[in-house]
T-cell receptor
Framework: DAMVIQNPRYQVTQFGKPVTLSCSQT?????MYWYQQKSSQAPKLLFH???????NEADTPDNFQSRRPNTSFCFLDIRSPGLGDAAMYLC?????????????FGAGTRLSVL | QQQVKQSPQSLIVQKGGISIINCAYE??????FPWYQQFPGKGPALLIA?????SEKKEGRFTISFNKSAKQFSLHIMDSQPGDSATYFC??????????FGQGTELSVKP
């Protein structure tokens, strides 16, 4: 059974048109992460929530925002997608932020920008 | 330095052979070293992980070797199978739980 579920699996948007990606989890984990993974590259952390506490990475563009309305759901909003934002977006969860906590990844949403 | 350097970028191995992927790091604050396996169209999944106070960890056909003084660690896949064909990422984690991924190795196991 999927524990970290991302919807949709594929998303096509137009240049500059806002888009929202969604992630839900059944693990009741405290931490939810959003990563961007471009083709043949490693996942790059954009930000994470520890409970309701939002933590942005220093190099994450302002164009990327996130919301976590409750423990189970987290959203990634891209306010004005550019061609360079086409990528796989991965959501992950972990129980806590300590080093040994396993991160569980969803299958990802592949975003295309036309 | 927050980087983790991984090599090779791609690897082709015959069925039954040994696959070896190497990683190196600089930051001595890293204290947990997981390996993730990613199949096309899927998210990464934890394969095996090691703490820096252990020199080797084995789980089935997968072994991590860790050299703390050299700041290097490697994944060995024994008796490699076509089903092992995937992209493998080494990673390092700090106490804050942030994962720093290597660049990835695309493994292809030929029948």
């Amino acid at each position: 059974d999927a524990m970290v579920i991302q919807n949709p699996r594929y998303q096509v948007t137009q240049f500059g048109k806002p888009v929202t990606l969604s992630c839900s989890q059944t693990l009741n984990h405290n931490v939810m992460y959003w990563y961007q993974q471009k083709s043949s590259q490693a996942p790059k952390l954009l930000f994470h929530y520890y409970d309701k506490d939002f933590n942005n990475e220093a190099d994450t563009p302002d164009n990327f925002q996130s919301r976590r309305p409750n423990t189970s759901f987290c959203f990634l909003d891209i306010r004005s997608p550019g061609l360079g934002d086409a990528a796989m977006y991965l959501c992950a969860t972990s129980w806590d932020r300590s080093a040994k906590n396993i991160q569980y990844f969803g299958a990802g949403t592949r975003l295309s920008v036309l | 330095q927050q980087q983790v350097k991984q090599s090779p970028q791609s690897l082709i191995v015959q069925k039954g052979g040994i696959s070896i992927i190497n990683c190196a790091y600089e930051n001595t604050a890293f204290d947990y070293f997981p390996w993730y396996q990613q199949f096309p169209g899927k998210g990464p999944a934890l394969l095996i992980a090691i703490r820096p106070d252990v020199s080797e960890k084995k789980e089935g056909r997968f072994t991590i070797s860790f050299n703390k003084s050299a700041k290097q660690f490697s994944l060995h896949i024994m008796d490699s199978q076509p089903g092992d064909s995937a992209t493998y990422f080494c990673a390092a984690s700090t106490q804050g739980g942030k994962l720093i991924f290597g660049q990835g190795t695309e493994l292809s196991v030929k029948p």
